[in-house]
């Protein structure tokens, strides 16, 4: 009898494994239809659907030809799926499609690239601009190639100038510095290259081979989504500013400790010292070319916002941080710093002979006058914010072209 039982459940066991294998095998055969949701946390998930983590110039590039559409709403944005942001806590906005193709290398160009380039435009997520339809560098009268990557620093960003644009001659290179995370990106690529690793490494370098089963991710998953929610001090947003009418912000709390930083501790840390060097190079393989390079400060968030809180507002935002994560600066801290970044940055490239174009007073212009140039959601440019950038540049490459 037992010996029946035995093999009965044996059989089952065996009956059961079988089927898991034959659904994993269907699921990873069917793996880029999946929900992103589903599947964009696995260690897999880039180079299945596309990205390049292996590029000869050792940066990453999107799928090539990919089409992206996307809607986009009033919450639709990275704040909103890391807080506890609420559709009552929106601005009023009309929700809206944009829909773009990536060239063959996957930016955001037009096939076929221009032989004869006249700007080269490089950055982070702000420049490539997803959630928008048209970037600030896309409309200008000027022949232009974009070669931006989300989560990129100046480091990654100098191997895609070298190898794409610097070859075009272009007269005038646009680096767009966010002042958010690209000097800890910088550093971030560094110790990867230091490493002797490539983005594939990087991404795959989880050690349990469980981690790559889709049958596995959607266990996780459907934990997750039956999890209770989160706990009550995480959902704090969102902040007003005070503004005509009263404006509706959120933050990334690492965003808001970084502004507590002094002058001289930028000045002191390697994190510039890595992107002065890129930019140094670049500046020099453009006067190699009788070229020209301008440093697009773009600030975060909260830099733009901090003066528009009130003290109370500043106190209630630093103690819950500080409660959540630790580490935070004080209000007062902020208050002296804030600008500090953005100060080091212009000393950097008038050190360097490069030209500064800060976007820190247009966009607190526009702030001033009632209107919002970030989504409420996100941590980037609307597009409202992206043409302001736009009328800016052109501005300051008027001007720049005319001294020349």
Known sequence: MWRDIVGIAFRALMLLLATILALEAALQLGFTLLP????????????????????????????????????????????????????????????????????????????????????????????DAELVQTPYWQGLPYATLGLALR???????????????????????????FAGNDLA????????????????DRYQRVSEPFKYLVVFRALEWLAELTRPGKEERWCHYPYFAETEPPT?????H??????????????????????????????????????????MYIPSKPEIYWKHLDANTKLWLIGHEERRFGNMPSPETIDENTQDKRDVMRETADELGIGFLDMTEPLDDAIRAGQSPYFFADTHWNQLGHDIARIALLDFLNRTNLER
Not at 278 to 292: I, K, R, V, Y
Request: hydrophobic share 35%; glycine share 6%; aromatic share 10%.
């Open 36 to 127: 992103d949701d589903l599947i964009s946390d696995m260690p897999q998930y880039l180079e299945r659907i596309g990205w390049q983590l292996t590029a000869e110039h050792g940066a990453r590039e999107y799928p090539a030809g990919q089409i992206v559409a996307r809607e986009v709403t009033p919450l639709s944005g990275d704040l909103y799926s890391l807080s506890c942001l609420e559709p009552r806590d929106a601005q009023p906005m009309e929700s809206y499609s944009l829909s773009y193709k990536r060239d063959r290398h996957g930016f955001r160009n037009t096939d076929p690239w221009p032989d004869d380039v006249e700007l080269v435009v490089i950055g982070d997520s702000f420049t």
């Open 151 to 177: 989560d990129s620093g100046q480091l990654e960003q100098q191997r895609l100038f070298e190898f794409y644009g610097l070859p075009r001659q272009p007269e005038t290179l646009v680096v767009g510095f």
């Open 185 to 200: 990106n910088n550093r971030h690529f560094a110790q990867m290259r230091l490493d002797g690793k490539t983005w594939r």
């Open 248 to 252: 509706p912000v959120a933050f990334f």
């Open 254 to 295: 690492h965003y808001v400790r970084a502004l507590g930083l002094d002058a001289e501790e930028i000045r002191q840390s390697d994190d510039l010292q890595l992107t002065r060097d890129s930019l140094s190079e670049m500046q020099a393989a453009m006067q190699a070319n009788n070229g020209n390079v301008i440093l």
